[in-house]
């Protein structure tokens, strides 16, 4: 039975290196990849290049991974979901998340307030606007009283929701308001812990934990030297720790790897980046990473499957397009 994998689309330095990647995601499509994921930050913005995936591909899933709930209004936002799921024939998904204060409030210039609130009123009001009904909603951020409609006969009234909640609080939520769970860096050996938490807020909401999609992203380097993929495979994690706030260096510490967590930070406030990666042990690149030949990926991905994940995003693999048709048909088809 083919693998169910998705690839992680990156953020595209320039127009060239944007339009490889969208080879790359029709030779994805073709081979079998379920679903491919955007990113966004302050450089290109992914509605645009959502655009231009659906209308190159046919039937591949495409998905926000993830979009921050500051910057777009939700009305905004519903409204250019639901119009690239009419141009793509049904196929989105919205990954949403909070981001944190240094984006927020310094490049979106709003105040990063009551982040989990805001989070739970955005997706309510989301489905709301998609389901077609009037959107009358009194939360205590937002308050929507004359009733609008979105004004357009959406595709589809319901759009997967997926949550990449890291916190406790968060995880729980997402069992209460959306379709699936989108963590980065979360050690596989943990998921059941963090499915547990999700049901709390299933059985909250009268819901089955049957319905919420385990999705992990998680980093992946593909190289014939297993020391070598390891090295590449800390520095990602290590930037989350030292530079991405407080969340993840949180979610680490509480996930077993304290030492990791405490040894990174000093790296970074020493302002020594190669040691902070160094302070990331080979357990932890086990843990949140794939690394290794494809072969060695694809039993990665099989022993993710055992630990409840239904479908990873993974990295994009490096090199030509012949050689991506083959890495990826190697973990799809095995």
Known sequence: MPRKIAVAAGLPQSKEQRDQIIDKIKIAEDVGVEAAFTAETWGRDQMTFLTQLAMATEKIQLGTGIAPVYGRSPGVLASTMASLDEISGGRMILGLGTSGARVIEHWHGEPFEKPLQRLREYVEIFNLMMSGEKVVYDGEIFKLDIGFRLDMEPVRKKIPVYIAGITPKSIEQIGEVADGWMPIYWPKSRYSEGMAQIEKGTVKAGRSIDEITLCPVVTT??????????????????????????????????????????????????????????????????ETALTGTP?????????????????????????????????LGTLVNG
């Open 221 to 286: 380097v593909l190289s014939d030297d297993p020391d070598a993929a390891r090295q590449e495979a800390r520095g990602p994690v290590s930037f989350y720790i030292g530079r991405m706030g407080v969340f993840y260096a949180q979610m680490l510490t509480r996930n077993g790897f304290p030492e990791d967590v405490k040894a990174c930070q000093a790296g970074w406030e020493a302002r020594d980046p190669a040691a902070a990666s160094a302070a990331i042990s080979d357990r932890m690149v086990s």
């Open 295 to 327: 072969d060695d990926v694809g039993k990665g991905i099989d022993d993710l499957a055992e630990h409840g994940v239904d479908m990873p995003v993974l990295s994009m693999p490096g090199g030509s397009l012949e050689e991506t048709e083959q890495i």
